[in-house]
């Protein structure tokens, strides 16, 4: 079952923003996922590294955002 586009991370994502106002929250996500859905809700990329395994490598991104504020 592919729940992807359908809206369901949105409405979870703005129903902690808005539990969690005027909150610093922040995330660990990857370049293997769609970290670009963070960065259109506003969160800003505060870290970055990169992970070597071998010869495969991905990046790992920290995000922070604090709640209830205007992107």
Same mark, same amino acid.
């Given at each position: 079952?592919?729940?992807?586009?359908?809206?369901?991370?949105?409405?979870?994502?703005?129903?902690?923003?808005?539990?969690?106002?005027?909150?610093?929250?922040?995330?660990?996500?990857?370049?293997?996922?769609?970290?670009?859905?963070?960065?259109?809700?506003?969160?800003?990329? %505060?870290?970055?590294?990169?992970?070597?395994?071998?010869?495969?490598?991905?990046?790992?991104?920290?995000?922070?955002? %604090?709640?209830?504020?205007?992107?």
């Amino acid at each position: 079952m592919n729940l992807k586009d359908q809206g369901i991370g949105s409405q979870l994502l703005a129903e902690f923003e808005r539990r969690a106002k005027k909150k610093t929250i922040y995330l660990y996500t990857d370049s293997n996922c769609t970290y670009q859905f963070y960065d259109y809700r506003g969160f800003k990329r %505060v870290g970055q590294r990169q992970l070597d395994f071998d010869k495969d490598f991905f990046e790992c991104y920290l995000y922070a955002k %604090v709640c209830g504020q205007a992107n």
